[in-house]
């Protein structure tokens, strides 16, 4: 199974941009799915944005056009470019990986704050 740990999370002005990355180790790291989800205070954990393996991409609609997920299986990397930040993109960020339906164990994740 994969381990996961996240980072790059900071403070940020509004319209402001910040690159979170989630490192990888264990096993094979190609054939997993990663996953991007955020909770905000007092919020259920939300989807953000997924890759699947072969590099197809989706988002959640709140976030579609802003941010964009990438991947590096040779790094065994995991990325999620955020721009034009809001304060409502506020939250803690987990990734996860994916496999036959099951996720990873979720990590500490790494705190994003958008304000000014």
């Known amino acids: 199974q994969l381990q996961l740990v996240e980072s790059g999370g900071a403070l940020v002005q509004p319209g402001g941009s910040l690159r979170l990355s989630c490192a990888a180790s264990g096993t094979i790291f190609s054939v997993y799915s990663m996953l991007w989800y955020r909770q905000a205070p007092g919020e259920q954990r939300e989807f953000v944005a997924g890759?699947?393996?072969?590099?197809?991409?989706n988002y959640s609609d709140s976030v579609k056009g802003r941010f964009t997920i990438s991947r590096d299986n040779v790094k065994k990397m995991a990325y999620l470019q955020m721009n034009s930040l809001k304060p409502e993109d506020t939250a803690v960020y987990y990734c996860?990986?994916?496999?036959?339906?099951?996720?990873?164990?979720w990590g500490q994740g790494t705190q994003v704050t958008v304000s000014s």
């Open positions: 996860t990986a994916r496999r036959f339906g099951v996720l990873t164990p």
């Open positions: 890759i699947t393996s072969g590099g197809g991409t």
